[in-house]
């Protein structure tokens, strides 16, 4: 694939972020403008290597033809190289731009230098391909006339709804949110995704014949009964919506909030100029301490700086991950090794510092008289392995310290999904509170009622969201019709017939 020779010739180079000095003044993408023929370099790193792990379990989750479409790029066949990237993946624009590409984790070419830049050309074969005007609305030809609802319009929602549209099936799509899109829409700020990029998707769904409705919340505002009586099927794909708190002294102090609430409200206001009448949760003039090392922790920071925080501080519990991969983290394993993502890099421009600050167990919210919070006590914690090689954490004696901090921005993640839908529903739910139902089956204990996505694995990544919708799809054609043309991930649409 690609140039024979191409790994040997060049060197691996991203597609550059703009300044960090001037982004932080605006909520436009991070992203600049591709460059065909570096692009086509790059593409051209692709090694002939045989088995191509890229695609593989340890790679990319929908099994993107990753090869195929370096090749495409290499030799300049762009509108080929979008035609076969749709193959498994309806939204490559929203992976190409906020995965963490574990495909890039496991490329053959990583073994002994750094991998070829997947993500990268993804992006641009998408992005070129709206430009050029080669995606456009493509209705089904025929209706089967089976109806089908679907619950969440996140990335597992909205994969299952254009699968199933395509099969021919009325689709709805019911949000609970002002706006579509679930974690697209207000859990990754627009500088990673903007919104115009979603709705343009959004707008060729609905052209298609996707019905959307917004401000439905399933389970309250509308039974989910009747949703079973009025549909032939229903999927749930609602997300792990439920935050993991810290439940530690002064945990009441004003100014602590889940990360969600603060992203949400910023994407509501600062980038749809919503009214939310005095919700708003602002970092203008603070000290900001962000709790939690993710994606949604560096979102959280560099959300922050753009309202213009005093200082911004992360805690991560774990120890600083090593610059290369540790001798227990062998390729094509996911490396964990240290990275610097956009906010890092921000807050390092702006404050001189990279805001992460390691092992460090947070021990109490501190509080004034007025229950406003002040600041935070902290201290400092060493792994160690014991007998039976688990990690062990000590707190290190003396090594207390106070910070200050008027907002406390709690990121560490998500339990699963909230519980008052599967009780409405008598569903069953598994031991860490997901709802209960089979991969590649996606069945619930209901007749008719599927689920997918974070709500039945867990807090997951938008690429195996798109994975479990993609399947999920499959599974109700499947069960309406007695056999289905829709792939599973791994197959494209001339190898997929199955039936009952």
Known sequence: MGKPTGFKEFDRKKVPWRLPVVRINDYDEIYTEHKIDHLREQGARCMDCGVPFCQSATGCPIDNLIPEWNDLVYNNRWKEAIERLHKTNNFPEFTGRTCPAPCEGSCVLGITNPPV???????????????????????????????????????AGLAAAD???????EVTVFERANRIGGLLQYGI????????VLQRRLDKMSAEGVTFKTGVNVGK??????????????????????????????????????????????????????????????????????????????????????????????????????????????????????????????ATAKFGSDPRNYQL???????????KLVGIRSVQV?????????????????SEKEWPAQLILLAMGFLGPEQYLPKSLGLKTDARSNFEAVHGEYTTNIEGVFAAGDCRRGQSLVVWAINEGRGAARAIDLYLMGETALPAPGQTMGTALSAV
């Open 361 to 371: 167990l947070s021990k109490e919210f501190i509080k004034d008289d007025d229950g």
């Open 382 to 398: 060493e792994w160690t392995k014991n007998d039976d090689g688990g990690w062990k954490m000590t707190e290190v004696e003396g």
């Open 189 to 196: 700020p627009n500088m990673k995704l903007s919104k115009e």
């Open 163 to 169: 699968q199933l549209n395509q099969a021919g099936h």
């Open 117 to 155: 830049t997947i993500k990268n050309i993804e992006n641009a074969i998408v992005d070129r391909a709206w430009a050029e005007g080669w995606i456009v609305p493509t209705p089904p030809e025929s209706r089967t006339g089976k109806k089908v609802a679907i619950v969440g319009s996140g990335p």
């Open 221 to 346: 505002d509308v039974q989910s009964e009747q949703l079973q009586k009025d549909f032939d099927a229903v999927l749930l794909a609602c997300g792990a919506t439920q935050p993991r708190d810290l439940p530690i002294e002064g945990r009441d102090a004003k100014g602590i909030h889940f990360a969600m609430e603060f992203l949400t409200a910023n994407t509501m206001q600062s980038v749809h100029g919503d009214s939310l009448n005095g919700s708003f949760i602002s970092a203008e003039g603070k000290d900001v301490i962000v709790i939690g090392g993710g994606d949604t922790g560096t979102d959280c920071i560099a959300t922050s700086i753009r309202h213009g925080c005093r200082s911004v501080v992360n805690f991560e519990l774990l120890p600083k991950p090593p610059e290369g991969r540790a001798d227990d983290n062998p390729w094509p394993e996911w490396p964990r090794v240290f990275r610097i993502d956009y906010g890092h890099e921000e």
